[in-house]
């Protein structure tokens, strides 16, 4: 059994910085590509950023140059990084991770439970 939690949201001011983390444990013997999506009230959830085992990394529009995403191989958990935060990245963030278990020749899917980011004055 794989599980992702995540933690770092909370209400930070326009122009404010946050850093998410996410992590991955249980019987896992590998992880593929890792990322964030977000969900903003009333509206479909979002790719955010990417990530691959290799490091390569790809980025929605909306956040290119204000948010960063990374990993730490060895902890098996992902960050995001975010700066010049605004109002409309208010959502709740989820990450999800490409996991390969072990006794299993191929990967699964997994997402978190999502962590709420609010952007307010």
């Known amino acids: 059994q794989v599980q992702l939690v995540e933690s770092g949201g909370g209400l930070v001011q326009p122009g404010g910085s946050l850093r998410l983390s996410c992590a991955a444990s249980?019987?896992?013997?590998?992880?593929?590509?890792m990322g964030w999506h977000r969900q903003a009230p009333g509206k479909q959830r979002e790719l955010v950023a990417t990530?691959?085992?290799?490091?390569?990394?790809n980025y929605a529009d909306s956040v290119k140059g204000r948010f960063t995403i990374s990993r730490d191989n060895a902890k098996n958990t992902v960050y995001l990084q975010m700066n010049s935060l605004k109002p409309e990245d208010t959502a709740v963030y989820y990450c999800?991770?490409?996991?390969?278990?072990?006794?299993?020749?191929?990967?699964?899917?997994?997402w978190g439970k999502g962590t709420l980011v609010t952007v307010s004055s």
């Open positions: 990530i691959t085992s290799g490091g390569s990394t």
């Open positions: 249980g019987r896992i013997f590998s992880i593929n590509g």
């Open positions: 999800d991770a490409e996991v390969v278990p072990i006794a299993r020749p191929y990967g699964m899917h997994y």
